[in-house]
């Protein structure tokens, strides 16, 4: 018998760390060697510990779960990455394939797809939660159809691309800041730019494009 896949988690939640664990302590072929809360302490772990898969959550203060893909790419540690996340949006999904992710699995299905994401990626193939690529593949019909009524979308830069999508969720420039991390001022710049980028006009006409094509966002 094959020794366990080693396992490091981190996530700076305890109760949905511990929700994990709790998943992966069933698997007699998984065995968590270590736990972090932020990514620091992650890199630190992967060299002390020598995990086989490190399952990280995407959204962590200080260093996220891509930033800590990319570090274990950069520095050459050997350890595949399963990135834990609640946004479906083809750029973050991207964004987790250019850091080296091998796993991709959203949060709200984490307890049935990790220990498949898990297998998948230490036998050296990508795992991709089967939601998500079903949304991803709807979702691109659509998003192409809306690109060829408006075709300035393309000249939206990633940053005004998250700033609309939480607009279409109904956010307010406040909000939009805080989940950010960036200025009101900032938020308020990105409405400007993207108004006048897709031929918006009136008050309240970005609302109601972004809360439209919400979907395809």
């Known amino acids: 018998m094959s020794a366990p896949l080693r396992v490091v988690i981190v996530d700076d ?4 760390r511990e929700g994990l664990r709790s998943v992966l302590a069933r698997q007699a072929d998984i065995s968590i060697v ?21 399952v990280t959550d995407v959204d962590m203060p200080r260093m996220n779960g891509l930033a800590l893909a990319a570090a274990v790419r950069d520095q050459g540690l050997p350890v595949d990455v399963v990135v834990l ?8 999904f991207n964004e987790a ?28 193939r990508y795992y991709l939660s089967p939601s998500i690529s079903e949304y991803l593949m709807s979702r691109g019909i659509r ?11 393309q000249s939206l830069t990633p940053a005004e691309r998250r700033v609309l999508r939480f607009i279409a969720e109904e956010k307010s420039s406040r909000q939009i800041a805080e989940l950010l991390h960036i200025s009101v001022k900032t938020v308020e710049n990105h409405r400007t ?8 006009r009136g008050s309240h006409s970005l609302l109601k494009f972004a809360i439209s094509h919400r979907r395809e966002l």
């Open 193 to 200: 730019n993207i108004s006048s980028k897709l031929n918006l």
């Open 13 to 16: 939640h305890p109760l949905f």
């Open 85 to 92: 996340t609640m946004y479906r949006e083809e750029d973050m």
């Open 34 to 54: 270590g736990e972090a809360d932020e990514g620091d302490q992650a890199i630190t772990l992967i060299r002390e510990c020598a995990p086989d898969v490190l």
């Open 143 to 153: 998003a192409k159809t809306l690109l060829e009524e408006r075709p300035h979308l």
């Open 97 to 124: 394939m250019d850091a080296g992710v091998k796993g991709y699995v959203l949060k709200e299905n984490a307890v049935q797809d990790i220990v498949a994401a898990i297998r998948t990626v230490a036998g050296g």
